[in-house]
């Protein structure tokens, strides 16, 4: 009878979240806001309507919680101006195939945002 519960518990624990990081590197003259998009799950990050802001020249480290091997697509653009866009864009919807990345447990994906 245990064996059955310990084999059900095993069955039934949800897979584990990967901890990774992306880090970004802006070298355009304006402001970026970039998102994270889920090709698997659909999840976003940051999420909840907000966007990852990189000033101009600056480089920053953003932590993600993600499935490993989920499929992740990065999205960038002119802050304030969504119509200059790298990636697949803000709505996710644009085609590029150097933009996206497999989630693997504490490993770091870097993106450069050129002019």
């Known amino acids: 009878m245990i064996?059955?519960?310990?084999a059900?518990?095993?069955?039934?624990?949800?897979a584990f979240a990967a901890?990774?990081?992306v880090f970004v590197r802006n070298q355009r003259p304006?402001?970026?806001a970039v998102e994270l998009f889920s090709r698997d799950s659909g999840k976003v990050w940051p999420g909840g309507d907000k966007v990852f802001l990189i000033r101009p020249g600056a480089k920053k480290s953003v932590p993600i919680s993600c499935e490993p091997g989920e499929h992740i697509c990065w999205g960038a653009w002119v802050n304030g101006d969504d119509s200059v866009t790298a990636g697949v864009g803000?709505?996710?919807d644009r085609a590029c195939d150097?933009?996206?990345f497999i989630c693997v447990e504490h490993s770091t994906e870097t993106v450069d945002l050129a002019e």
């Open 3 to 6: 064996r059955l519960s310990l």
């Open 8 to 14: 059900f518990l095993l069955l039934t624990t949800p």
């Open 19 to 21: 901890d990774m990081s």
């Open 30 to 32: 304006d402001g970026v």
């Open 90 to 92: 803000p709505d996710n």
């Open 98 to 100: 150097t933009c996206c």
